[in-house]
């Protein structure tokens, strides 16, 4: 199958900083990525839809402006977390979809962030 | 948002055996993929069945899909406590491609 890996595995980070997640898609092209966030025992939640080259699209209630979302290339999004609090840490993970071979879609390792 | 709902939503049973999990979805689908997560670890692609499809098999796994009730089922064969871990559905919507998941079962596989 498919690797997508994410980057950084975990990160602490202080209250009011800003923090950078990695999402690549190693072996294929992936024209759309997508942004989900989990808290403890619970599911995972799209946050947002990312297509190369094009504005992402979030889910409702997300604020586009603390979660800014960058896909510069086919190979690669990048999620920032801006001004983090720590009610936004959570388990993040990314993943990538190659349209041309249907639907699925392959997950990144997730990142842990902590906020303190 | 997500897609459905997933029943039980805890499941406790023996090492040996089998263990059903369902999961109930709201809109038509393309297609509709079971994952497994360890505890705060990352998603394992378990299966993937598509709406054409009425039951699929992998190893001790079976699927089964009914489009017309909008549910799936994921049964688990002779357990092992290494399948102690979270499971999820997740839907496919035609004319996207967002996957939306499920509030997942988790499972506790007693040895």
């Known amino acids: 199958g498919a690797v997508v890996s994410q980057h950084p595995s975990w990160v602490i980070c202080k209250s009011g900083t800003s923090v950078k997640i990695e999402c690549r898609s190693l072996d294929f092209q992936a024209t759309t990525m997508f942004w989900y966030r989990q808290f403890p025992k619970q599911s995972l939640m799209l946050m947002a839809t990312?297509?190369?080259?094009?504005?992402?699209?979030?889910e409702q209630g997300v604020e586009k402006d603390k979660f800014l979302i960058n896909h510069a290339s086919l190979t690669l999004s990048t999620l920032t977390v801006t001004s983090a609090h720590p009610e936004d840490s959570s388990f993040y993970i990314c993943s990538a979809a190659r349209l041309r071979y249907g639907t699925e879609a392959f997950f990144g390792q997730g990142t842990r962030l902590t906020v303190v | 948002s997500q897609q459905g709902e997933e029943d039980p939503q805890a499941l406790s049973i023996q090492e040996g055996e089998n263990a059903t999990m369902n999961c109930s979805y709201k809109t038509s689908i393309n297609n509709l993929q079971w994952y497994r997560q360890n505890s705060g670890r990352g998603l394992v692609h378990l299966i993937l069945?598509?709406?054409?499809?009425r039951e699929k098999h992998s190893g001790r796994l079976r699927v089964t899909l009914d489009t017309s009730k909008k549910s799936s089922s994921l049964l688990i064969t002779a357990s092992r406590a290494a399948d102690t871990a979270s499971y999820f559905c997740a839907t496919d919507a035609p004319g996207g491609f967002k996957t939306i998941f499920g509030a997942g079962t988790r499972l506790f596989v007693k040895a």
């Open positions: 069945i598509r709406s054409n499809e």
């Open positions: 990312s297509n190369e080259g094009s504005k992402a699209t979030y």
